[in-house]
């Protein structure tokens, strides 16, 4: 699975791509989108799961 982003230059591999949005299923890399995952609360709060997103669903993209 390649990030699918029309500019990464990155070559395809397993660790580099790794991540596929939980909104459209796009495959992308570290560069070309945000990991999701749980985050720890402030304290006395209750961790919270946050999506992993592609550049085109909203998650971080290194190029702009």
């Known amino acids: 699975?390649?990030?699918?982003?029309?500019?990464?230059?990155?070559?395809?591999?397993?660790?580099?791509?790794?991540?596929?949005?939980?909104?459209?299923?796009?495959?992308?890399?570290?560069d070309h989108g945000t990991a999701g995952g749980d985050r720890e609360g402030r304290e006395g709060e209750v961790a919270q799961a946050y999506p992993s997103q592609c550049w085109k669903c909203g998650g971080f993209n290194a190029d702009e």
């Open 1 to 30: 699975m390649s990030c699918q982003h029309p500019n990464c230059l990155i070559l395809a591999s397993s660790e580099v791509h790794k991540y596929q949005c939980d909104i459209c299923n796009t495959p992308f890399c570290s």
